[in-house]
Structure formats: structure tokens, C-alpha cells
């Protein structure tokens, strides 16, 4: 499985997507793409963009009443905590940006009322259960193991747009090269 033995060039930052590598053994992170919302010398965390929750957003916040977006579980971490991400201006304020165009959080009353009213853009949220973290220097060794793949620059209409069940696929398959025929791989050799 030499082949799959990639090494990351580029050091992981703030915006970069993590595409786990295929063969990764922990169930939590199975063939996923993580959004990577922060990386410093304390540690670093994201939210799994494409493993959806059977919940729904409204059954989550039943105070909103009607708001039928999909919610996704953002990791293994305190997933009794609801985050959103969005590209959505009047919640640009009190977010942190990630990158140009995406933020994460924001003033949660003015999200209720646009939910209420009807005007938050589903094609610009996206609504956590979750994240995913990593303690100092963590990640790091993961990438040195080898059981991450970074992609970066990807554009945030791709992320809210992009049905989250070919997520993964797609990316790799849009890097080209070796992570092409890392997309087309099946998850168990031996079943194929």
C-alpha cells in the first residue's frame, strides 16, 4: 500500500480542508472532509462537513418552529453543542471568519429571527452537532502519519453546494493525480 503513503507539503492552517486518507482505521472520521475553523500552538478544531445527523435542525432548536435544514455531525467532541457555519452578512458580525467568505457562529438572536422569518439562506448555513479537535501538536503527528490529506483553497459555495455523500469523492477526485484514484477506491480491498 505504498501508494497510498502520501506525504503533506503544506503545513495545515485555518480554512483548509482535512480529507481523511482511505484507509483511515478510526470510524469516526471515515472518509471525511473536516472544515478546519482554527490551528495554533494549543491545538486545532473543525467540523466533519459531510456525515449527516438523522436530526434535523428545527428538532434540535425547537424554538425556531419550521426550519427544515439538514444537521450534520461536526465530530466526536461535546456533541451536545450545536455550531454553524455560514456565509450569511447579518451574521457576520460576532462570527469568526475562517476564510474569505466563511464564519463560523454569530449573534445566535438575530440567527433565531431569520429563521423565524424565513430568510436564512439554507444554501449559506451549515448547522453543527459537535466538532472535531485536536490537543498541541496532534494534528500535526496525524499528518505525519500520514492519516490526513489537506486541500486548500477550496471555495466556500462548494462546501454549502456539495451534496455531502460524494463530498470526499469529489474533492479528491478534483485534486487529481494519485487522490484520483484515491477517490474511486473501495473501502475494503478485500470485498471487491
Given at each position: 500500500?505504498?501508494f497510498f503513503e502520501f506525504k503533506n507539503i503544506e503545513q495545515p492552517q485555518k480554512g483548509d480542508?482535512?480529507?481523511?486518507?482511505?484507509?483511515?482505521?478510526?470510524?469516526?472520521?471515515?472518509?471525511?472532509?473536516?472544515?478546519?475553523?482554527?490551528?495554533?500552538?494549543?491545538?486545532?478544531?473543525?467540523?466533519?462537513?459531510?456525515?449527516?445527523?438523522?436530526?434535523?435542525?428545527?428538532?434540535?432548536?425547537?424554538?425556531?418552529?419550521?426550519?427544515?435544514?439538514?444537521?450534520?455531525?461536526?465530530?466526536?467532541?461535546?456533541?451536545?453543542?450545536?455550531?454553524?457555519?455560514?456565509?450569511?452578512?447579518?451574521?457576520?458580525?460576532?462570527?469568526?471568519?475562517?476564510?474569505?467568505?466563511?464564519?463560523?457562529?454569530?449573534?445566535?438572536?438575530?440567527?433565531?429571527?431569520?429563521?423565524?422569518?424565513?430568510?436564512?439562506?439554507?444554501?449559506?448555513?451549515?448547522?453543527?452537532?459537535?466538532?472535531?479537535?485536536?490537543?498541541?501538536?496532534?494534528?500535526?503527528?496525524?499528518?505525519?502519519?500520514?492519516?490526513?490529506?489537506?486541500?486548500?483553497?477550496?471555495?466556500?459555495?462548494?462546501?454549502?453546494?456539495?451534496?455531502?455523500?460524494?463530498?470526499?469523492?469529489?474533492?479528491?477526485?478534483?485534486?487529481?493525480?494519485?487522490?484520483?484514484?484515491?477517490?474511486?477506491?473501495?473501502?475494503?480491498?478485500?470485498?471487491?
Open positions: 500500500m505504498e480542508l482535512l480529507l481523511s486518507e482511505p484507509f483511515l482505521p478510526d470510524q469516526n472520521f471515515d472518509r471525511t472532509v473536516i472544515l478546519l475553523c482554527e490551528h495554533n500552538e494549543e491545538g486545532s478544531f473543525g467540523f466533519v462537513l459531510n456525515k449527516l445527523s438523522i436530526l434535523k435542525v428545527d428538532e434540535v432548536l425547537q424554538q425556531i418552529g419550521s426550519f427544515e435544514a439538514e444537521l450534520f455531525v461536526g465530530g466526536p467532541v461535546q456533541q451536545n453543542t450545536l455550531h454553524f457555519i455560514h456565509n450569511i452578512d447579518e451574521l457576520k458580525e460576532g462570527g469568526q471568519k475562517i476564510t474569505n467568505g466563511l464564519y463560523w457562529g454569530g449573534d445566535f438572536e438575530i440567527l433565531q429571527d431569520l429563521m423565524q422569518k424565513g430568510a436564512l439562506d439554507k444554501e449559506k448555513s451549515r448547522f453543527f452537532v459537535g466538532y472535531s479537535g485536536w490537543s498541541e501538536n496532534q494534528l500535526q503527528e496525524e499528518i505525519d502519519h500520514n492519516s490526513w490529506i489537506i486541500a486548500r483553497g477550496v471555495h466556500p459555495s462548494y462546501i454549502f453546494n456539495s451534496p455531502p455523500e460524494t463530498l470526499w469523492k469529489s474533492i479528491l477526485e478534483k485534486m487529481g493525480g494519485r487522490f484520483k484514484i484515491y477517490a474511486n477506491y473501495p473501502s475494503d480491498p478485500n470485498l471487491n
